[in-house]
């Protein structure tokens, strides 16, 4: 019979069972993506960064996946919580142990009660034994604190998921960062040598009394305006490179390169709902997780002002000589239950209800900003990648038009119908504006990997299972 109210009372869980908050998610984006909606729909779910064409950069994400530090601490964080998990829920089952004891003693002559007259003091005492004990959860603290480990694994994964996410993002926005520097870098050096070829020139020029020595100076200017902007890409390109060596996993050292900056193809801008997100963003999903573990740990501090309630059991044997310790007359038993509960603890169990409420309360706020900075970063990220399109169009034509103008300002000058300064504002513009058109090309693409950052999708599930299922490198390597 009471094994009967005990299974009764076994459904009895305190606390109220989580439900997913209602969300006011948007109809649609403010900036919908001008594109094929059927051919990128489930764009999203695909390895996007392969869309660039460039297997240098798809060898440079696996090696990442593999060796990255940072998805391997968040692997390791999700085995800790899969063991929390296993240990809370190892309360809802008896706990069986065993032990064993001998010791050498030796009782008083005049104590209480005296040896008989003629009895040995000294003596030997043996004793092994099997106990269980059984803490039973008829109020459901222990289910409620296992909901809230499970869920605490359950954010672990998603956690790990948000590491992938990052880390392919900031592995690609790099990787073409790299190449928008390398490019840079040949326009500085072919500037640069362009601008001395012209120097010798003038300097011929100046020596036959052509020219002056105002425009020679002009012209030096201009070359070692040129040349300063080398070192700086050098040196813009060497941390590049120590960055993208960082996300692999390895030391600082040289990166291969694939494709040119021109080269790279333009990756599909997915297509889909804003309600999406909320299946499928890892930091959306983690901040839910957190709310049903904060919300099983109130139901844990409900069932605070109820008794607990344990059985406990013992089967073993006692003697004073080894040798007679497993026979008949050795055995002992114990049986027993205890219930404890609190009467006046002065305000430490509600203490702890209000705390647990209080934790509740700040993980539904944090789901909720979590769902709003998600609907924000992915309006930023299609308006971005959207009027960044339409600025390096507008770049492009302007680098068009300014070789124009130092083409023709150079014929003017040298059929003598105006001064160099025309020829020289011209071509620092022109070095300036192409500069500025490949940063704008590196931004646009940029934009783009932004947009599947924040999507989420598919995508980041086959890239975590990859990084799960990679060989763990035994330490960083040299490249």
């Not at 036959?208 to 902007?229: L, N």
């Not at 979590?370 to 609907?375: C, D, E, G, H, V």
């Not at 025309?422 to 932004?450: G, K, P, T």
């Amino acid at each position: 019979m009471l094994t009967l109210v005990f299974v009764g009372l076994g459904g009895c869980t305190l606390g109220p069972d989580y439900k997913r908050p209602d969300v006011a998610a948007p109809a649609a984006w403010r900036t919908a993506p001008v594109a094929d909606p059927v051919a990128v729909a489930d764009a999203a779910n695909t390895q996007w960064w392969q869309q660039f064409g460039d297997p240098v950069l798809d060898q440079l994400v696996a090696e990442a996946l593999g060796g990255n530090l940072d998805v391997q601490i968040a692997a390791a964080r999700i085995d800790q919580f899969i063991g929390a998990l296993g240990t809370t829920r190892s309360q809802l089952f008896p706990q069986i142990g065993y032990g064993a004891d001998a010791s050498r003693a030796q009782a008083s002559r005049i104590g209480q009660p005296p040896l008989p007259p003629g009895a040995d003091a000294t003596f030997s005492l043996f004793q092994a034994s099997l106990g269980a004990s059984w803490q039973i959860d008829l109020f459901g603290r222990v289910r409620r604190q296992s909901e809230a480990a499970q869920a605490q694994v359950f954010a672990s994964e998603q956690a790990q998921r948000g590491v992938v996410l990052t880390l392919v993002s900031n592995l690609a926005t790099s990787y073409v960062a790299l190449r928008a520097l390398d490019r840079q870098l040949e326009i500085a050096r072919a500037t640069t040598a362009n601008f001395e070829k012209t120097a010798h020139i003038f300097d011929l020029r100046y020596k036959q009394g052509v020219v002056s020595k105002v425009e020679v100076m002009q012209i030096t200017s201009q070359v070692q305006q040129a040349k300063a902007a080398i070192p700086l890409f050098e040196q813009a390109i060497a941390a590049q490179e120590n960055l993208i060596s960082l996300l692999l996993g390895r030391n600082p050292g040289p990166i291969p390169r694939g494709k040119t900056i021109d080269q790279l193809l333009a990756p599909a801008i997915p297509a889909d709902l804003p309600s999406t997100l909320l299946e499928r963003r890892p930091d959306v999903l983690q901040a839910e997780q957190n709310l049903v573990a904060a919300n099983a740990n109130v139901g844990a501090a409900r069932a605070l002002y109820y008794p607990n309630i344990s059985l406990t059991g013992l089967l073993g044997t006692v003697s004073t000589t080894f040798s007679d310790l497993f026979t008949g007359p050795s055995q002992a038993w114990r049986a027993g239950g205890s219930i404890a509960g609190p009467i006046f603890t002065f305000g430490a169990v509600k203490g702890q209800n209000a705390s647990a409420d209080a934790v509740r309360e700040q993980a539904l706020l944090g789901y909720q900003q979590t769902i709003l900075n998600a609907f924000r970063e992915t309006n930023d990220a299609l308006t971005g990648s959207t009027l960044k399109a339409n600025e390096l169009a507008e770049q492009q034509a302007r680098v068009a038009a300014l070789r124009d103008f130092a083409r023709l300002s150079n014929l003017r000058f040298e059929n003598g119908m105006t001064s160099y300064i025309d020829v020289l504002v011209a071509e620092n513009e022109l070095f300036a504006a192409e500069l500025a058109s490949v940063r704008i090309s590196a931004e646009r693409q940029a934009q783009v990997i932004n947009v599947y950052r924040a999507m989420g999708g598919g995508w980041v599930t086959t890239a975590t299972n990859q990084a799960n299922n990679a060989p763990v490198k035994a330490g960083a390597s040299g490249s």
